[in-house]
């Protein structure tokens, strides 16, 4: 059984103090505020995660280190009275009430006001009182106000809550030209019309909606000034200039790999980690890249040594058994599925034709999760090849050791000082076999490329682990460089005039300087390749408006096939849904009508989802603010879609398990 009141201690330690949030008392509420108590029921052991959550009327409760971080820079006092914009569940009311003498606190949405009054009620918070109404007027009848907090995106700071601060008060929102992404910023009364501005950082709330907010019908997309044309108009234009795809396999691809012509790398995404038409899709234009462009390797978001078996298989190297299967860590269906095997066998077969093994197409893994299995990678050839530096590594390694079955775990330690980084081990360990590489290489230079790809993986990943904790951007940002290096790495490996194909999510492989990942400051692998590559990386997007997906529900949860919801009316998958072109290609960075370009420059919604899809707070979880024309070269569209096809855990008796997956 979870024990929650440890968990609640556990995020103000190491989600919020570590942080930088430093009030004692705004520390103090946060311990004291059961978190669970203000979300559904069946939500209530992940009350003390890092991240928002759904809750009622499509609505989502902040993450906790945002409700900590907002109170603590309205710098509150026990005698202020606040005024909250934006109840919700009514958990930010009642870590406020804890700091100051009064909170209001006004909900647009009859159903969550009442429901706060109850949780708020039943918990004696007797300090709190709740309106239904439009935040963006306030609540004047109470005004002024020494705090006002405002849990909302809004175009701007509404002036009757300008109004109703007092004189010395000070209220924070979060304001931005988009109701996706904002700044926070910090206003300071100073005198009857003074007002003083600061800007506190990046954030991402919900719309504000109100008189003085964003109008309901347009929140949830972009002000009406940014959309050219209407959405019917921009649908027929897609209609008119997409080429249809009609059966995938036997689709007429010769246009596309056309206008890839001479590029060095594509970049094929995907709008879900688990839909059997993006597979296969990727799958044909790989094909025809390698036959007709001598592509030399695929490399997609995998681990390294997972594909590193995939890659012994498809090239017909020597095997190397080991005591462990590839793909089995969450989600196993995103590379363990029928889709991914009829390339791994077609792969297979076109090696089995060239008779110079350097010619032979290879299959890599550019992702950073696997930190212990590369380290026994590193391990197994340097006893091979130097026993003695093996015994080195065994040693520097080991400062990781107690970790094993949860590096994550390892991060929190360090952010904690309960336990010293093993970062400088690593980091020699990786220095040594550099310094040794001619020894080695010349041994076996495919062997020695894969070892040292396997140190430099363990030294990123204990990076990745210990920095994930002090926020998305910087994990994020190591995450995306570690593979782009990577990619760099195998275009050397493979020689000057080498080509690869990279298969990762459309949020890797679209340009993030497009998004609002890039206004975040994240950026990915799409944007370090045009920056390096220009014109030769060709960036290939894909989407779809409905059908099925594999995913979880959780973070190690069981694979399920899921309903993909139809598409938001405010997104770019809308507009292809209604161009009534049940699959089709079309063309962004030259298209045969510039019209294209202009009229899908505008910002919109776009769709993603990863290995978790959580339908019930869509909006919040899923959409993100883009400009498809400047994220990618191409753009890929299934009307309907359905899941992969997983490969079975378990085999049945007698039955051998296909090489690639099994042991």
Request: net charge negative; aromatic share 10%; proline share 5%.
């Amino acid at each position: 059984m979870l024990d929650l009141a440890n968990e609640r201690l556990r995020m103000v330690k190491d989600q919020i103090a570590a942080r930088g949030v430093h009030n004692p008392a705004v520390l103090e509420a946060m311990r004291r505020v059961p978190r669970e108590a203000f979300l559904p029921d069946q939500l209530a052991e992940f009350a003390y995660q890092d991240t928002p959550l759904p809750i009622e009327a499509d609505q989502t409760i902040s993450q906790p280190y945002i409700v900590a971080l907002m109170i603590e820079s309205v710098a509150p006092r026990a005698s202020d009275r606040a005024l909250e914009i934006g109840t919700g569940s009514g958990y930010a009311a009642a870590v406020l009430s804890e700091v100051v003498g009064e909170v209001y606190t006004v909900e647009r949405h009859e159903q969550l006001a009442k429901l706060a009054t109850r949780r708020l009620d039943s918990l004696a918070y007797s300090n709190v009182k709740v309106l239904h109404g439009d935040g963006t007027l306030g609540w004047p009848e109470h005004a002024p106000y020494d705090v006002i907090l405002v849990t909302a995106g809004g175009p701007q700071v509404p002036k009757a809550l300008l109004q109703q601060l007092a004189i010395g008060g000070r209220l924070i929102i979060p304001v931005g030209d988009t109701s996706r992404l904002q700044r926070l910023v910090r206003v300071t009364r100073t005198s009857e019309d003074q007002f003083d501005d600061e800007d506190l950082g990046e954030v991402q709330f919900v719309p504000l909606i109100g008189a003085e907010g964003w109008d309901a019908g347009l929140a949830k997309g972009e002000r009406p000034s940014t959309q050219r044309s209407r959405p019917v108009t921009i649908a027929k234009l897609i209609r008119e200039t997409a080429e249809p795809i009609t059966d995938i396999e036997q689709a007429d691809v010769s246009s596309l790999i056309d206008r890839i012509g001479d590029a060095r790398i594509v970049l094929l995404g995907e709008a879900t980690h688990g839909t059997s038409e993006f597979y296969r899709m990727r799958a044909r234009i790989t094909k025809e890249l390698i036959l007709r462009h001598g592509f030399n390797f695929v490399a997609v978001e995998a681990d390294w040594p997972d594909a590193a078996r995939v890659n012994q298989y498809v090239r017909h190297a020597p095997v190397r058994q080991e005591q462990w299967k590839a793909f089995t860590r969450f989600p196993t269906w995103m590379w363990r599925n029928h889709e991914a095997l009829d390339l791994i066998e077609w792969l297979r077969a076109w090696n089995a034709e060239v008779q110079e093994p350097e010619h032979r197409a290879s299959f890599y893994g550019l992702d950073l999760y696997s930190l212990f299995t590369s380290i026994d990678a590193v391990i197994t050839y340097l006893s091979g090849v130097d026993p003695a530096m093996a015994e080195v590594a065994r040693r520097r390694y080991g400062c990781l050791s107690p970790w094993e079955h949860d590096p994550a775990v390892y991060g929190r330690a360090v952010l904690s000082g309960r336990y010293r980084d093993c970062e400088a081990a690593g980091v020699a360990m990786l220095r040594d076999m550099l310094n040794r590489r001619i020894e080695y290489s010349q041994r076996d230079g495919d062997r020695f490329f894969d070892a040292a790809q396997n140190a430099r993986l363990a030294a990123a990943a204990e990076r990745y682990y210990r920095v994930m904790y002090y926020g998305s951007v910087e994990s994020w940002n190591l995450r995306d460089q570690h593979m782009f290096d990577t990619l760099e790495r195998l275009l050397e490996f493979h020689g000057p005039g080498s080509k690869g194909i990279v298969w990762e999510h459309n949020s890797h492989v679209g340009d993030a300087a497009a998004t609002e990942m890039g206004a975040r400051g994240e950026h990915n692998i799409g944007q370090l390749s045009r920056a390096r590559f220009a014109e030769s990386a060709f960036l290939v997007g894909f989407g779809t408006d409905h059908g099925t997906v594999a995913a979880a529900s959780d973070w190690d949860g069981p694979m399920e096939v899921k309903r993909v919801r139809p598409s938001h009316e405010a997104s770019y998958e809308r507009l292809c849904h209604d161009s009534e072109v049940k699959a089709f290609m079309l063309h962004l960075r030259d298209p045969v009508r510039q019209a294209v370009r202009d009229e899908l420059e505008a910002a919109r919604l776009e769709r993603a989802i990863g290995v978790i899809y959580r339908p019930e707070s869509e909006l919040q979880s899923h959409y993100f603010q883009a400009c498809l024309p400047r994220q990618f070269d191409e753009y890929i569209w299934f009307d309907e879609t359905r899941a992969v096809s997983p490969l079975p855990s378990v085999v049945a008796p007698g039955v051998p398990e296909t090489f690639p997956f099994g042991v």
